[in-house]
């Protein structure tokens, strides 16, 4: 009677039997290479606009809070947020509230701006000198608005980089005059590039005084007076967000006499990240699962193949149990197989899902980034996927009766 084989024989029997079969072997792991490809290019992609997401959220400052009006119902329902955010809740924070260091209040208007025969179509803020502190943002030639811009409501204008290239081109700028809403503007500013907040290109934008934005273009609400888009505050402290974010409520609710539901809205940086944490978490998830039906598939497919490989090899299986193999050993071959198959198929989707993601993060910007833990997660999975599906062909070749086997020979 023959002797029984070692797994390291095994092993080299079952390597020496895929080689002989190469092109087969290279089909069946394809499965496998793209559904290992497709969860780490995927899982990399939500995690990119993950950390992109709280890259730009970075930038506002952690203890930066926004006053914006409307409650969360009317946003979630898309309603027209009123208009009863109004100047004087400015002033009062900034005098009332002891735990707010700057507050900058802010309307924001799409309008055309022109130079000569350039034109396009911006976002213009009327802000006020806090702004550039309480933001985080950056002048990179000239000067921001003051406060003699402001008490004197003169027609000035700070522009971003990209809107500067947009109507000067190469030119400085600097000291030219610009038409907004068909009203002229000296330019006295550049900002320095910020970015992207949300989707929306902050380098694209127009800034000038407060004062002039109401008197201008804008003009005032007559049953509120001067309304604003949004209040950015700065707090003394991150320490100090919470108790700031309390004591601007309640001060708001006050002022606007509320007894029941909120007219206004106050957000931290925190409370955006989570927010934005928790979409792409699920967005993660999602773009994960459906790398991971690719990654069935491949492994139905090892199946598949396998089956078709118990029916061609019944001759082999019949005279192997014939000369003293045991069924153990025909199933110990075969889950080999599958399982060389199915993890040299996810070290190869590996590389080329990793190869995917850092092309990704190089060309686009999109931060697209993978952990090893992903990675090895991805390729143990889809060990495991080759060795559930090895199972069945394995079993059906290891009962085959050699007598029945050594019959069609």
Known sequence: MARNLSLAETLLMSVKTLRSNRLRSLLTMLGIVIGNASVITLVGVGRGAQNLAEEQLSNLGANVLFVVPGNNDTRRRGVAFPKNLVIEDAEAIKEQVPTVKRVAPQITSSEVIQFQNRSTTSSVSGVTPSFLTVRSFDISNGRFITNQDISSARSVVVIGPDLKKKLFATRKGLGETIRIKDQAFEVIGVMAPKGAVFGSNQDKNAYI????????????????????????????????????????????????????????AVRSQKDALQIVSTITGGLTLMLGAIGGISLLVGGIGIMNIMLVSVSERTEE?????????????????????ALILSILGGVIGTVVGVGTVT???????????????????????????????????????????????????
Do not use: C
Not at 209 to 215: F, G
Not at 317 to 337: C, H, N, P, Y
Not at 368 to 381: D, P, S, Y
């Open 209 to 264: 005084p407060l004062t002039t934005m109401t008197s201008r273009l804008t003009g005032r609400d007559p049953t509120y007076g001067v309304s604003l888009s949004f209040i950015s505050i700065e707090a003394n402290n991150e320490r100090s967000t919470r108790a700031a974010k309390f004591q601007i409520t309640n001060l708001l609710r006050q002022r606007h006499k509320i007894i029941r539901d909120d007219d206004f």
């Open 317 to 337: 299986i019949g005279l192997r149990k014939a000369l003293g193999a045991r069924s153990s050993d025909v199933l110990t071959q075969f889950l080999l197989e």
């Open 359 to 409: 092309a990704l993060a190089i060309i686009t910007p999109l931060p697209a980034t993978i952990g090893l833990q992903t990675i090895f997660t991805t390729v143990t999975l889809s060990g495991s996927i080759g060795l559930f599906f090895g199972v069945i062909p394995a079993k059906r070749a290891a009962v085959l009766d050699p007598i029945v086997a050594l019959r069609s020979l």
